[in-house]
């Protein structure tokens, strides 16, 4: 299993570019999430999905828009990108929303907006 | 959601006994105590959850104190690939609107010396 893939690896954006990241995972979970985390901080839940076709906001949303039209793939849409995007983001799956059952993260995107 | 108090900081050397303290005064009786750590340019992983008893695993071991209001995570013999920052998390079990959510403090900066 290659188990959460990200990609890509490093991007630099300018102010007001967009851009998909992307996130897929093949242990056939149900749940997928996007973090990101600002130099020095633990990491901060922007969106998540509880299954195909479902998803919902996390704690900082604002900027991001997310689909996930497969259980493998969940994206995650910059648009008009701004400086305070930029952070390093982690996408992560679980089995289960359920407290036995750890979250799998990716090696996260390291995002750059000048 | 109940918060978690850790040293900034801690050293250890190689080969030593790392005894990692997680303070959680404040928590409730359906929450568990995980523990995630994230090597320099990865994304965090999981190390250990528990609720009441003490647990044991292949990487690590976690002491809960009886009135649960602090943990204990214990390295038994430190390596150089122990140096990570440490997560204490508390996950509730409530199930529903949790979603699995994880959240990160800023964690305890694990140096291991030659």
């Known amino acids: 299993n290659a188990g959460v893939t990200q990609t890509p690896k490093f991007r630099i954006l300018k102010i007001g570019q967009s851009m998909t990241l992307q996130c897929a995972q093949d242990?056939?979970?149900?749940?997928m999430y996007w973090y990101r985390q600002d130099p020095g901080m633990g990491l901060k839940l922007i969106y998540y999905s509880v299954g195909a076709g479902i998803t919902d906001k996390g704690e900082v949303p604002n900027g991001y828009n997310v689909s996930r039209s497969t259980t493998e793939d969940f994206p995650l849409r910059l648009e008009l990108a701004a400086p305070s995007q930029t952070s390093v983001y982690f996408c992560a799956s679980s089995y289960s929303g359920d407290v036995d059952y750890e979250q799998y993260f990716g090696p996260g995107t390291r995002l750059t907006v000048t | 959601d109940a918060k978690t108090t850790q040293p900034n900081s801690m050293e250890s050397n190689e080969e030593e006994p790392v005894h990692l303290p997680c303070n959680h005064s404040t928590i409730s009786g359906t929450d568990y105590i995980h523990w995630y750590r994230q090597l320099p340019s990865q994304g965090p992983e999981y190390v250990i959850h528990?609720?009441?008893s003490n647990v044991n695993n292949r990487m690590a071991s976690l002491a809960i104190a009886e009135d649960r209001k602090s943990s204990t995570l214990i390295l038994h013999r430190a390596t150089l690939r122990d140096a990570a920052v440490y997560y204490c998390?508390?996950?509730?079990?409530?199930?529903?609107?949790?979603?699995?959510?994880?959240?990160f403090g800023q964690g305890t900066i694990l140096t291991v010396h030659p």
């Open positions: 998390i508390l996950r509730d079990d409530t199930g529903g609107t949790s979603y699995g959510k994880l959240t």
């Open positions: 528990g609720l009441t």
């Open positions: 242990m056939n979970h149900n749940y």
